[in-house]
């Protein structure tokens, strides 16, 4: 099985940073992709960002030059650097990563419980 912690969460003024990390345990032969996405009260769940290895993170429109993703595959562990948030970023953060446990086996995707970003004044 494959575990997703995030850490990181709280209440923020606009303006203000935060940084989320996500560290993957338990069976893990190799990750493919680790990213977040978010669900703000009575929206669908939507893509942040996501990186593979070697490969240029894609980020949503809306959190361009304010976060910035970053990875430690010695630890299997995203990082959300936020900054310059915003009212608009309040959502609940959820870390994704494709994994695959075994080398005889396909990657699957996991779900961390998600962490709460609420930006306020």
């Known amino acids: 099985q494959v575990q997703l912690v995030e850490s990181g969460g709280g209440l923020v003024q606009p303006g203000g940073s935060l940084r989320l990390s996500c560290v993957a345990s338990?069976?893990?032969?190799?990750?493919?992709?680790m990213g977040w996405y978010r669900q703000a009260p009575g929206k669908e769940r939507e893509l942040v960002v996501v990186?593979?290895?070697?490969?240029?993170?894609n980020y949503v429109d809306s959190v361009k030059d304010r976060f910035t993703i970053s990875r430690d595959n010695t630890r299997n562990t995203v990082y959300l650097q936020m900054n310059s948030l915003k009212p608009e970023d309040t959502a609940v953060y959820y870390c994704?990563?494709?994994?695959?446990?075994?080398?005889?086996?396909?990657?699957?995707?996991?779900w961390g419980q998600g962490t709460q970003v609420t930006v306020s004044s």
């Open positions: 338990g069976s893990i032969f190799s990750i493919k992709a």
């Open positions: 990186t593979t290895s070697g490969g240029t993170p």
């Open positions: 994704h990563a494709i994994v695959r446990q075994r080398v005889t086996e396909g990657f699957s995707p996991y």
